[in-house]
């Protein structure tokens, strides 16, 4: 079993199955619906299938994950202590 092309073909058949005028929820009600057993109860199959989905779903209105970030990745330790330092004070490194 291939999990990519097996969603792929699946959300396929379900994007065939739905008219061309049916809104974002109808859509996520249906991926939900035709998702076989295996990508319901695996993690790597809960991966794949909200993967395949999002894909799928960002055409038709859902909102993209970087514009929900901001635009950006996390923040990593280091960028996280520079926001908690006080603004005011120079900080300088010895070498």
Do not use: C
């Not at 809104?23 to 695996?42: G, I």
């Not at 993690?43 to 960002?58: D, P, T």
């Amino acid at each position: 079993m291939n999990w990519q092309s097996t969603a792929s073909h699946i959300i396929g058949e379900v994007h065939r199955s739905l008219p061309d005028d049916a809104d974002l929820k109808t859509r996520k009600k249906a991926l939900n619906d035709a998702r076989p057993y295996e990508f319901a109860t695996t993690s790597w199959g809960r991966k794949v299938w909200a993967k395949h989905a999002r894909n799928y779903l960002e055409k038709y209105g859902l909102e993209p994950l970087s514009v929900k970030r901001g635009n950006r990745l996390p923040l990593s330790p280091l960028e996280k202590l520079m926001q908690r330092a006080p603004k005011d004070k120079k900080v300088e490194f010895e070498s």
